[in-house]
């Protein structure tokens, strides 16, 4: 099993920075990719980037040049660098990790950009 933490969320204005981390515990090894997705009440939930082992990344387009996603192998833990937020970002927040065939999900941070 892998144990994902999410923290960092919260308010932020619109225009402004977020940073959200997620330290990851538990079976790690052999985690080959891990992803941050969002969610809205009455929504799917939807991939925000994604980071593979070799350090290739891919984004939505919704958040290309606002988002930087990031990790940090030795420590187990993800970033996520949210720049320019809109308030069409506001979303719960939920760390992904893919290892083989299973996915593991964390509890989510809730992250609200409002003026």
């Known amino acids: 099993q892998v144990q994902l933490v999410e923290s960092g969320g919260g308010l932020v204005q619109p225009g402004g920075s977020l940073r959200l981390s997620c330290a990851a515990s538990?079976?790690?090894?052999?985690?080959?990719?891990m992803a941050w997705y969002r969610q809205v009440p009455g929504k799917q939930r939807e991939l925000v980037a994604r980071?593979?082992?070799?350090?290739?990344?891919n984004y939505a387009d919704f958040v290309k040049g606002r988002f930087t996603i990031s990790r940090d192998n030795a420590k187990g833990t993800m970033l996520l660098q949210m720049n320019s937020l809109k308030p069409e970002d506001t979303a719960v927040y939920y760390c992904?990790?893919?290892?083989?065939?299973?996915?593991?999900w964390g509890q989510g941070t809730q992250v609200t950009v409002s003026s």
């Open positions: 992904n990790a893919r290892r083989g065939g299973s996915h593991y």
């Open positions: 538990g079976s790690v090894f052999g985690i080959n990719s």
């Open positions: 980071i593979y082992n070799g350090g290739s990344t």
